[in-house]
């Protein structure tokens, strides 16, 4: 069998923890691994990986040391061609071209619309595995590269903390997370933020003013708020213009940490997962399963339709948000 990978949409650590993964444990079950470049736009291209002997095949050495590598060695985008119905129609021609039997994507809530659409005219099997920073897919607990962004995050509140300190000032920093607060929520937690702005919950400047001036009150001098950048109020900028205007009982700073989140060495649960999820990718194609996301609940390992993981928008644990607020005082 011949099966196909690649990444696609924003990167996130541990693509290619997941990729060493794919590739070693088809070549274990005896099959063939096609790396493809830049996702569904360099399939369109028919831009391969090449190996070290000039073949369009992933070799057991061509994934060495990825386990720890940021970013993806197939590199990755967002295709506007394959958006079109020629295109889908095109890309599934070049996996039958090629004697493509099955495709493993690596990305996000638009790989897998892309999977859905591709499989209108492509009938090899497809199975997706999460990898996305945001943690906004259903169908399983985290996806791929949340563990990263969330670790990477809270080292740099860990940083402002110091300054907000010494300075006794207040920092709003933004967080990616586009259309989820999840990254949002779980960086306040873990960075013992006071206030997470997350889109999920409604950002009450008023509320949050009439907070600090209490925690003022209370004794604290410095205040962190984590903003998601998919906060109605528009992101840190324009929420820290509204405290401001509000009457904020704090000297404020702003800081929007963007794609500084996506890099980096993926930490050991990101590593694992990985592992796990792309592992289990090539086994579920092995027992002729298709159309799926792979996903990791309550530790079991689970098969999600495509069209279910971003059916809906995943709800942040309304438990969490609860003991934000408790610890915040
Ligand atoms: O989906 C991952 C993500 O990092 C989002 O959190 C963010 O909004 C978006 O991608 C940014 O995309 P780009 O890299 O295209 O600017």
New binding site residues.
Partial sequence: MRIGVFCS??DAPGMNACLRAVVRSAKAAGHDVVGIHRGYQGLLNEDFYINADGEPLMKLRSVSNLAKLGGTILHTS?SEEFRTDAGQKKAAGILQKHRIDALIPIG?DGSFRGAVALSRYYDGQVIGCPG???NDLLGTDYTIGFATAVETAVEALDRLRDTADSHERMFLVEV???HSGYIGLYTALAGGAEVAAIPETPTDTAHIIRQLQLLKARGKTSIMIVVA?GDETGGAVVLNEQLKQGGCPFQTRVLTLG?L??GGTPVAADRVLAARLGDFAVRSILDGRTGAMTGLIHGNLVLTPFADSFAGHRPVPEALLRLLETLAY
């Fill in positions: 949409g924003g967002r996000g996305t920073i945001d990616m997370g586009r950048e794609h989140q996506r």
